[in-house]
């Protein structure tokens, strides 16, 4: 069974601050993909990442894949009150897409 | 492009009724999946359909069921609703099977009583 952690659960910071997300396996994926998900919504797909080491960067996010393709980051530089959600990571591989725990994160103007 | 449209939003049943959700993919989407997202166990996957066919199968009970018609559009059924299924169905949808890019819909809301 394909598992993804992520890390933190809870994240409550203040408006400007930066933060990293985690999300770690011991399985290897093919691609991961982070979505942004708000309350009530569906999950928004952010980005892809493909190749092992592969970085990725749209504005103030910056995502990477880990050398080994078992792990990534999402790191947000001066987050926003836009940037509150739920973030979600998922893993492609063996035909079948696993989705991480989960991080909620509040950013408080 | 249309996105994936799921019908409808927001659904209120009774313990022990059964309901149907509707999901149309994106066109020219073949692979549609299903997610069961609660507070406390996170999104959980429930079945997925490629080419009319269930391809993979979450760890749910038999009451939760699936279809996928010719067009791609996709049908998720559950029988002898209890309170535990209330939640947020979710369904996303691949180009094709090995797609490694899911686009969701906004989600049915069940919510039973």
């Known amino acids: 069974t394909q598992l993804l952690e992520q890390s933190p659960q809870f994240l409550s910071i203040q408006e400007g601050e930066n933060l990293t997300v985690y999300c770690n396996s011991s399985s290897v994926f093919s691609s991961l993909q982070w979505y942004r998900q708000e309350p009530g919504e569906g999950p928004v797909l952010l980005v892809t990442v493909v190749t092992g080491g592969e970085v990725k960067k749209l504005k103030r996010l910056t995502f990477q894949f880990g050398d080994a393709r078992k792990d990534s980051s999402l790191h947000i530089t001066a987050a926003q009150p836009g940037d509150t959600g739920l973030y979600l990571c998922?893993?492609?591989?063996?035909?079948?897409?696993?989705f991480g725990t989960g991080t909620k994160l509040q950013v408080i103007p | 492009k249309a996105g994936v449209t799921q019908t409808p939003r927001y659904l209120i049943k009774t313990r022990g009724q059964q309901v149907t959700l509707s999901c149309s993919p994106i066109?020219?989407?073949?692979?549609v999946s299903w997610y069961q997202q609660t507070p406390g166990q996170g999104l959980q996957f429930l079945f997925e359909y490629f080419s009319e066919t269930q391809r993979n199968k979450g760890n749910f009970p038999g009451r939760f069921s699936g279809r996928q018609f010719s067009n791609s559009r996709s049908e998720m059924n559950v029988s002898t609703l209890e309170l535990g299924d209330s939640a947020l169905y979710l369904c996303?949808?691949?180009?094709?099977?090995?797609?490694?890019?899911?686009?969701f819909g906004q989600g049915t809301r069940l919510t039973v009583v």
């Open positions: 066109s020219g989407h073949r692979s």
């Open positions: 998922a893993g492609s591989g063996y035909q079948k897409v696993t």
């Open positions: 996303a949808s691949r180009r094709t099977g090995e797609g490694i890019e899911a686009f």
